[in-house]
T-cell receptor, first 112, second 109 residues
Framework: NAGVTQTPKFQVLKTGQSMTLQCAQDMNHEYMSWYRQDPGMGLRLIHYSVGAGITDQGEVPNGYNVSRSTTEDFPLRLLSAAPSQTSVYFCASSYLGFTEAFFGQGTRLTVV | KNEVEQSPQNLTAQEGEFITINCSYS?????LHWLQQHPGGGIVSLFM???GKKKHGRLIATINIQEKHSSLHITASHPRDSAVYICAGGKTSYDKVIFGPGTSLSVIP
């Protein structure tokens, strides 16, 4: 079982560049979410989705876009990267909201 | 004040010791989650609790919803238990999850 596949693992961007972090799950989970993790701040929710076609903002949504065209995929888009977006990003999925969550391996993003 | 707090922030233990990590929250939740994050960065779900106690191997998690408190216990700790332990709470199935800041555990041989 692949579980949650998150790519890339590492990325360096220049300020102003755009990119998409990919997240895919093969468990038919309805609930998917994106988090960023910064030193001393713990995990913070960026965006989440409760099913295909439905997304909502989390705690820190500014500068990020998401879409959920299929149950399997939940990409996170950085429209114009800023140094403040340097962080480690995690995608997660679960069957229902806050049941057992499965996390991707994380993406370490550096914006210079 | 954070809505979910953990104590201690950092913990160093000798191999074999009994370890307790505490989580308290100021918001009403219907379930609480304990996660483990290893130094490599991967995050693994350990427990989801809505009441009482759960046990998995050497790990035991308890929760008191009324007192808004949960504990994670590790019996006979081992260096491979060294990780960051994170508690997180949610109110409803699709509500936004609130994460604690994490407790960094180091178990020394």
């Amino acid at each position: 079982n692949a579980g949650v596949t998150q790519t890339p693992k590492f990325q360096v961007l220049k300020t102003g560049q755009s990119m998409t972090l990919q997240c895919a799950q093969d468990m038919n989970h309805e609930y998917m979410s994106w988090y960023r993790q910064d030193p001393g701040m713990g995990l913070r929710l960026i965006h989440y989705s409760v099913g295909a076609g439905i997304t909502d903002q989390g705690e820190v949504p500014n500068g990020y876009n998401v879409s959920r065209s299929t149950t399997e995929d939940f990409p996170l888009r950085l429209l114009s990267a800023a140094p403040s977006q340097t962080s480690v990003y995690f995608c997660a999925s679960s069957y229902l909201g806050f049941t057992e969550a499965f996390f991707g391996q994380g993406t370490r993003l550096t914006v210079v | 004040k954070n809505e979910v707090e953990q104590s201690p922030q950092n913990l160093t233990a000798q191999e074999g010791e009994f370890i307790t990590i505490n989580c308290s929250y100021s918001v009403g939740i219907s379930a609480l989650h304990w996660l483990q994050q290893h130094p490599g960065g991967g995050i693994v779900s350990l427990f989801m609790l809505s009441s009482g106690k759960k046990k998995h191997g050497r790990l035991i998690a308890t929760i008191n919803i009324q007192e808004k408190h949960s504990s994670l216990h590790i019996t006979a700790s081992h260096p491979r238990d060294s990780a960051v332990y994170i508690c997180a709470g949610g109110k409803t199935s699709y509500d936004k999850v609130i994460f604690g800041p994490g407790t960094s555990l180091s178990v020394i041989p």
